[in-house]
């Protein structure tokens, strides 16, 4: 007997949609660029263009999955986040002020980057606030009959 794929949007449901509080989301976030600076180290040789494109959807996880109460937090924590990352990337070859000339010097030409996720992250925020407030209105609302 064959099995038919269960609809799509039973498969949503059953994706991840962990809630994580605000201190929560700044380890993700923070760990998840670590990581992803050293895979880009490794096989890309540490490409500041590659670690950009990959810290995209780490802000878009992070302000999606940050609970309602703390979404505050998700615009804040991202570009730390790309900071902490940027340290395995950055190049420092010469002793610890050329490592941190090289992660300034990163962190100067990058600003795209830097800006473009945190304007990812403040744009899912900012719809999530917007439904929430949405939903909230729609429940105090008085029903007729």
Do not use: E, H
Not at 39 to 62: E, M, N, R
Not at 123 to 143: H, M, Q, S
């Amino acid at each position: 007997m064959r099995q038919s794929a269960p609809p799509p949007a039973d498969a949503a449901r059953r994706l991840p949609n962990p809630r994580l509080t605000g201190l929560g989301g700044g380890l993700f976030s923070c760990a998840a660029m670590f990581a992803l600076g050293c895979v880009d180290a490794v096989l890309f040789g540490s490409s500041l263009t590659a670690y950009g494109v990959l810290f995209l959807p780490v802000c878009a996880l992070t302000a999606a999955w940050i609970r309602r109460g703390d979404l505050v937090t998700a615009p804040i924590v991202v570009p730390i986040a790309f900071t902490v990352g940027l340290a395995v990337v950055a190049d420092g070859k010469g002793g610890p002020a050329a490592w941190l000339m090289g992660l300034v010097t990163a962190l100067a030409t990058q600003a795209g980057w830097l800006y473009g996720g945190t304007l990812v992250a403040s744009a899912i925020v900012a719809v999530r606030r917007l439904r929430a407030a949405g939903r909230g209105a729609a429940y105090r609302r008085p029903r007729p009959g």
